[in-house]
């Protein structure tokens, strides 16, 4: 079959439709958002309206069923004007609505998913704790089954939409015993925002993503009920790795948005800034940055979507997200630093967007596998004799 690199129609209005919202909803009050690091009640159930939550999702449960290429071109296309919402809806998506959709029992998923397609909830996946970052299999919380319920304690840290009005579940991995080699056992549960013992704080200060939600959580003898256990008991190490390869997925389109915008946003002041009597744009090496920055987008690109299309037919794809969700992160770095240099001293000052992109973009390298680990993983798949780690 012949190559063919043309969106559908359906896709295409899908991007004109988020840009348009992205523009005239979101633009707007981004810079106040950052300002006050605060998170948009408003802004979310818009994007829920739009269907830009649960993209991947039958219409049977609530979703919009737009297929997964579609759900990545909706968040780049929040990237390219705000990180924070794109966050929103990328964590929303694949690690708070994905868990629940692809290994929740039936009875799970008629009861969370309607809601949380909606916007009018909002899911998270509590995964890293405050010493199980990178070493996400070193979890401490522990969840051991009393009776009827499996009691939780211990604690999660930097978890995307989990401490706000919107909350209304967190999928919680913890240790539930000990396997026959010895190897602890590791399963993921079902925590209603109102299970007794569970606390979320909302996380202040951050340097980047100041209008998306972050949270602290807090298990202390909290019980939920036996069957909100997620999938089997002891998949949820191999529950944790698939969800983070579709993660991988929309971080790399925020990486590939955020790009874009920083992109046009270099383009437009090269072109109307004027030094020595012409616009900067026309001295090679200010042309030159803008040409390399262009070259970079375009390839972001097409890695990203063939990795998605990889997704969406069935196929393997976990090597090519690390290599999406590494190069587009990396690829915003460079652009966002290409354009702020271009800008001189305006592009430090916050009255110009760039100053929030590049603050923005230094999560992409962090969240959901740093850069080191995107590394560690393609070099496994590329058959790199031993382990690397």
Known sequence: MALNFDLTEEQNLLRQAVRDFAENEIAPLAEQLDE??????????KMGDLGLLGCFVPERYGGSNMGYISYIIAVEELARVDGSQAATIAAGNSLGIGPI???GSEEQKKKWLPKLCTGKMLAAFGLTEPEAGSDAGGSKTKAELRGDHWVINGSKIFITNSANPLTGVVVVQAITGQKEDGKRELSCLLVSRDAPGFTAREMKKKMMWRSSNTGELFFDECAVPREDLLGKRGDGFHQMLAILDGGRLSIGAMGLGGAQGAFEMALHYANTRVQF??????????AFKLADMATEVELARNLLY???WLRENNRPFGKEAAMAKLYCSEVMGRCVNHAVQLHGGYGLMKEYKIERFYRDHKLLEIGEGT???????IARNIGVTGRAI
């Open 36 to 45: 006050r690091e605060e998170f948009s009640v408003e802004l979310t159930l």
């Open 101 to 103: 959709y692809y290994y």
């Open 277 to 286: 009597g012409r616009p900067i744009s026309s001295f090679q090496i200010n």
């Open 306 to 308: 063939k990795a998605c």
């Open 371 to 377: 850069s080191e680990i995107q590394r560690i993983v």
